[in-house]
């Protein structure tokens, strides 16, 4: 295969490579280390999936599998019990949509040993509300409901 172990510059198709996130000569450092030899034409690479064993599950894997999906199926619906209905399906500018979103953003990095450095800004976000149409007493509204602290 021309142009592998290359500097990006001087191959062609390094944009192709490129915006896949790696580069040839990154790929060819790996294939060398892992043995890997480049130089097979593409025609005599054949998949080896078709001589596989399929893979047998013991009646205890089963076993293990389905307690799993149970309690799986189980937390879907303690979970879907505690979501809101309908959570913006008439409006786009729900407010405890937007409380909710405005509490996973500005608050996820919240730690109350560094309250001042690591709260949400309550002005920014009035003011945000603000500029999305709300009236001032709704932007302090909704806020409020976003607010996962008490405020003094």
Sequence with gaps: ??????????????????KYGFRRSDLKAI???????LDIPIEDIVTSGENRKPETFSEEDISVLRSEI??????IKKLNSERPTLLGKYRKDDPL????????????MYDPDNDRA???????IIQDLEGKGFSNAQAKAIEMVACPIKRG
């Design 70 to 75: 149970s309690l799986l199926k189980e937390k």
């Design 118 to 124: 690591t709260r949400g800004n309550q002005v920014a």
């Design 97 to 108: 949509l937007l409380a909710i979103q405005i509490r996973n953003t500005e608050w996820n």
């Design 31 to 37: 294939a060398d280390k892992l043995g890997v030899n």
């Design 1 to 18: 295969m021309s142009g592998w172990g290359q500097s990006k510059e001087e191959h062609w198709s390094a944009t192709q490579f490129d």
